[in-house]
């Protein structure tokens, strides 16, 4: 029996005409020049992408602020980046305390387990984020030797603010910390070095503005020790820290590198060093504060309070009886914006990640969200969240 030719439509007949605006948690747009350089394929090995690596690791260095050289990257989403932090420092009886936000969070809970740790939950009550000396009391507790945590998690929009002090008490009771920053790396502030950071991971496709599917992982001196004074190798041969470092740090074979994704995160990059981190986060501030407050200036009302909210994807109330995916499509239907629905909680999220936070898009996506709502019948002013998008913009110029 043959099977037959499937007839299949041209991409020109599925995708919209005009490319939707993607404010949702991730993908985001990406600059032009990143575009441009994913449509590069070049050797994976050469001296060309040896020159690309070198300046890549130092790059990465300044946006994760640590000089650990132990900076790898893997091809895959940031959850591969997730699952190498983990399984690399975790193996059969590791003990791991894992702080659980929410989704994310305990994705990387679930690795820890599946890595044969014995991982113990600390699950923060929605709403909020995790205090530094209730962290302290669960190791005084239970000793653990790996902690994982979330800067931001993009689930519901809370945000872990004291991972500073956090950093301290995993130094002082000699644990590996891994953070998990694919939401909110480049975003925000984040210093591995300073902060004790033992792995940070990150994700292309959010704060970092690239394209999904090619992610880093920064580990420091202390984890890297670790790493290689394991006794067992990791099961995951494609996640193994050590063979990846064969490419990022000899220029040699450990599988076909994603080329034409790497030249794409090196261009965000590139932008982001042009940019420097201190304007990147004021950037991301201003608009996600002028966002928060013209989503109010609607008549709407934000997830999530003070100080346990994240900028980098702000969470909103769905009124009674409204449901994310009503919402979700009539505004990508109608005005051609894409933002997000929830794994759980009644919102629906907007992004403020790398290219989400440019003024222009703003002013597009409040229009677009009062307008929504207005014709699904909830009362919001329009009028009022545009004028107030524009005060706190203009405050902000002062
Ligand atoms: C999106 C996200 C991930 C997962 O990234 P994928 O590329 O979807 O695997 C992990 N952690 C956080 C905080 C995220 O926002």
């Known amino acids: 029996m043959n099977i ?78 997730m699952e190498m932090a983990v399984a690399n420092l975790v193996w059969e009886n590791t003990r791991v305390l894992s702080i659980c936000n929410g989704f994310f969070s305990s994705r990387l809970a679930q690795m820890a387990e599946r890595s ?14 995790v205090e530094a000396e209730l962290i302290r009391q669960q190791v005084e507790e239970y000793r653990p030797r790996v902690i994982t945590i979330v800067q931001g ?37 984040l210093k591995m070095d300073e902060w004790h950071i033992d792995a940070v991971i990150t994700g292309g496709q959010k ?14 001196e202390k984890a890297w020790q670790r790493i290689n004074s394991r006794e067992s190798q990791i099961p995951q041969w494609t996640l193994d820290a050590k063979l990846a470092s064969n490419f990022w740090h000899k220029n040699s074979y450990h599988y076909t590198a994603p080329v034409s994704g790497l030249l794409a995160l090196y261009e965000a990059m590139r932008l982001i060093c042009d940019e420097t981190l201190p304007k990147r986060f004021r950037r991301h501030l201003t608009c996600s504060k002028a966002l928060q407050s013209a989503i109010e200036a609607l008549g709407l009302e934000l997830y999530i ?42 919102i629906v999220r907007i992004g403020q990640m790398g290219e989400q936070c440019r003024e222009h898009n703003l002013f597009r996506t409040i229009h677009a969200l009062g307008s929504t709502f207005k014709d699904l019948g909830v009362n919001v002013d329009i009028p009022r969240g545009m004028a107030e998008l524009e005060n706190v913009l203009q405050r902000e110029k002062m």
């Open 207 to 220: 704060g970092l503005s690239s394209i999904p599917g090619v992610s880093l992982v920064a580990f420091s």
């Open 4 to 81: 037959a030719v499937p007839k299949i439509q041209p991409l020109s007949q599925i995708l919209p005409e005009e490319p939707l605006l993607m404010m949702g948690a991730g993908p985001v747009p990406i600059p032009q020049a990143v575009a441009n350089a994913n449509g590069i394929v070049i050797n994976h090995l050469g001296e060309t992408m040896g020159t690309i690596v070198q300046q890549m690791k130092s790059m990465a260095g300044y946006i994760f602020q640590t000089q650990s050289p132990w900076i790898v990257g893997v091809a895959g989403p940031g959850s591969a980046a």
């Open 153 to 189: 998690e993009t689930s519901n929009t809370t945000y872990n603010h004291e991972l500073a002090a956090i950093g301290a008490i995993a130094k002082e009771y000699n644990c590996y910390l891994i953070v998990d920053a694919v939401c909110t790396l480049s975003t925000m502030p």
């Open 116 to 129: 044969g740790g014995e991982v113990k939950q600390l699950t923060v009550a929605e709403g909020n984020s």
């Open 305 to 346: 309070d003070q100080p346990n909210r994240l900028n980098s994807v702000v969470g909103i109330k769905l009124p009674q009886g409204l449901e994310a995916k009503t919402v979700c499509e009539h505004i990508s239907k109608n005005y051609r914006v894409e933002i997000a629905g929830s794994f759980g909680p009644p």
